[in-house]
């Protein structure tokens, strides 16, 4: 398992609701969360690993010893809170060494399913909020750099098309790309 960089196109796409979660999911979704505190990051959504389904995994403390703080959400649905947005410094792991500021909203309220698909509904504030809003844009085939302002998309332009670079030069197969994510979609959605 890795994660896929952009501009993969499972990145772009809308993710599919789950209706099943079977051992094997479970053992995926599980071995997201090494994966996650390797590359040094705080959330994961399930196409940054080329799943096109609806989940995503996160623990605003990026340590693994805070178990406490890891959270599955399967299925989310998220409603942004009250209060002034607040712009903050996001980065990304589908977008290695770019960093940029995103407004968003300081609360949300995300109801979904957990990993042994009880319901569940959570009240984030601040740091998390910011969290859940990023990897729930990821299920809906929105980057962080889609939320950009000008000054900001024109800070990362160069950086982003190096990447789309590197993906044109590693010669990726869209066909083959597009016929498993079809076969993943077919498995469980």
């Given amino acids: 398992?890795?994660?896929?960089?952009?501009?993969?196109?499972?990145?772009?796409?809308?993710?599919?609701?789950?209706?099943?979660?079977?051992?094997?999911l479970k053992?995926?979704?599980?071995?997201?969360?090494?994966?996650?505190?390797?590359?040094?990051?705080?959330?994961?959504?399930?196409?940054?690993?080329?799943?096109?389904?609806?989940?995503?995994?996160?623990?605003?403390?990026?340590?693994p010893a805070h178990k406490?703080?890891?959270?599955?959400?399967?299925?989310p649905e998220v409603q942004l809170g009250g209060g002034r947005p607040v712009a903050g410094e996001e980065g990304c792991l589908s977008f290695p060494k770019i960093y940029a500021d995103v407004v968003r909203a300081p609360k949300v309220t995300i109801t979904g399913f957990n990993l042994d698909g009880e319901p569940v509904k959570m009240v984030f504030k601040g740091f998390p909020a910011r969290i859940v809003q990023h990897e729930f844009d990821h299920l809906n085939g929105i980057s962080f750099v889609n939320r950009l302002d000008e000054e900001e998309s024109d800070f990362v332009e160069d950086d982003l098309a190096a990447l789309e670079r590197k993906y044109?030069?590693?010669?990726?197969?869209?066909?083959?790309?597009?016929k498993e994510i079809d076969e993943l979609l077919a498995l469980r959605t």
């Fill in 27 to 63: 053992a995926i979704i599980t071995e997201m969360f090494p994966l996650m505190y390797e590359t040094k990051g705080v959330g994961l959504a399930a196409n940054q690993v080329g799943l096109p389904y609806r989940f995503f995994i996160m623990n605003e403390t990026g340590d």
């Fill in 68 to 75: 406490e703080k890891e959270f599955v959400f399967i299925n």
């Fill in 1 to 24: 398992m890795e994660v896929v960089k952009y501009p993969h196109p499972v990145l772009k796409m809308v993710c599919k609701p789950l209706k099943k979660v079977d051992a094997e």
């Fill in 168 to 178: 044109t030069d590693a010669k990726m197969d869209e066909a083959a790309i597009q």
